[in-house]
C-alpha cells in the first residue's frame, strides 16, 4: 500500500511552448509539400505529448521502502529527509550539488527533497527528488522510517 504516491507530471506549459514546432515543421516542409509538413508536425508534436507523459517518473513511499522512478531503496537505510523551496531548493540542484548524488529531478518542479542515504555501500551519499509537495513528502517518510 502507498503512503505517497506522486507522479511528476510535465506542467501544461510544456505542452502549450512545444505546440511551436507545428509552425516551425510547416515552415520547413511548406516549399517542399504542405501536406506533409502538417502531417509531419502533428505527429512529431503528438510524439512528444506521448513521450513527456509515458517518462514522467512516480515517487511512492510504501511501508517498507521509498521509490522514486526506477529507484528504489528499504526505509532502513534511508536518513532524515529536508524539503527546500525557493532560492534553497535552487542551490541544492546546483552549487550545493554532490556530483555523487542521485537525483529525479525535473526542471519544471522547483521545490526539492534531500534523502541522504544510511548505506555504506551505497557510493550516492544521497538522493534529491523533484516534488510539488516537499513537506508532505518529508512528513510521510519520517513516519514510515519510524514506524518500520
Known sequence: MDLYRERLWATPWLFISTLLVIPAIMLVFAPIN???GVVLAIVVYVAWAIFLITTAPVIRVTEGELVAGPARIPLPLVG??????????TLERGRR???RAWLLIRGWIKPVVKVPLLD?????????????????????LGEARRSS
Not at 80 to 89: C, I, M, N, Q, S
Not at 120 to 135: E, G, K, Q, V
Request: proline share 11%; charged share 25%; glycine share 2%.
Open 120 to 140: 555504506l555501500d551505497d557510493p550516492a551519499p544521497y538522493w534529491l527528488l523533484s516534488t510539488r509537495n516537499p513537506d508532505q513528502l518529508v512528513r510521510v
Open 97 to 99: 550539488l554532490d556530483a
Open 80 to 89: 532524515e529527509p529536508t524539503a527546500y523551496r525557493g532560492e534553497d531548493a
Open 34 to 36: 504542405l501536406t506533409v
